[in-house]
């Protein structure tokens, strides 16, 4: 899901798919997709070690179990494209209501008490009330006869949309690389394809340090072992 669309310093996201999505969004989505991957393949390959009477691998039972994975994948990167253009529609009506109540406040301290509702919680931590007072009478100015724009679906909203689900299937192409490599041998491939996950998972967590200004291999270990865990305690309760 779309943690944020604030851009920081960092890695600046510019290129295919960071135009289409904010840098914080295609990280998540990377991370979410290939969560949800191994998810299949791993619990495959517990099942299989570890069942009384293991059973070798065929190769028509892995393909339908990359298929499910695959199609689960897009299923989420849809979900998520949708969720995230109804929620920029959400946050357009809130930003049409913060105007209508700027415009429609009967004096200018309520109006100004208005502003300082919806933006304190960022600024005050960083700047004193008389600083941020000059800053709200500003955008006051600036508001007071701005007209509201439009709050329906855009077409920047779409094409956002789809960059998750591109995002979201791109994720995990080195995952499934494996399987084709190795078609001849299933067992192998699984094996090879939960490395390959584990890894884009520490690159696209390395990534994210870089992004926030934290140590990249620090943040790439660290979710690394925290997938894992995860993993290992969603697989027995059922994926």
């Known amino acids: 899901m779309t943690v944020s669309r604030i851009r920081q310093g960092g ?16 990280l998540s989505e990377t991370i979410f997709s290939i969560l949800l991957f191994l998810t299949f393949t791993l619990a495959f390959r517990m099942i299989n070690t570890y069942s009384a009477a293991p059973q070798p691998v065929s190769s028509e039972l892995v393909n339908e179990l990359i298929i499910t994975a695959l199609g689960a994948v897009l299923a989420w ?19 049409h209501r913060l105007l209508r109540d700027i415009q429609t406040a009967p004096t200018r301290q309520q109006a100004l008490e208005a502003i300082a509702e919806d933006m ?10 008389a600083e941020r007072m000059e800053l709200y009478g500003h955008i006051l100015i600036h508001l007071q006869d701005s007209k509201p724009r439009k709050i329906g679906l855009k077409f920047e909203d779409l094409t956002m949309a789809l960059g998750h689900v591109l995002v979201a299937v791109l994720a995990v192409i080195p995952s499934v690389l494996p399987f ?27 990534r994210w340090g870089a992004y926030t ?6 943040t790439g270990l660290l979710l690394t072992v925290v997938a894992a865990v995860l993993l290992l305690i969603a697989i027995p309760l059922g994926g």
């Open 213 to 218: 200004g934290a140590s990249p291999w620090k």
């Open 120 to 129: 304190d919680y960022l600024l005050e931590p960083i700047t004193g009330e």
């Open 180 to 206: 084709l490599v190795f078609r001849n041998d299933p067992d192998l491939a699984i094996r090879v394809s939960i490395v390959i996950s584990f890894l884009v998972l520490f690159l696209a967590g390395s």
């Open 11 to 26: 890695w600046s996201g510019k290129g295919f798919p960071g135009t289409l999505i904010e840098p914080i969004d295609w």
């Open 77 to 95: 990167g849809a979900i998520d494209g949708i969720m995230f253009a109804l929620f920029s529609v959400f946050e357009r009506g809130e930003r």
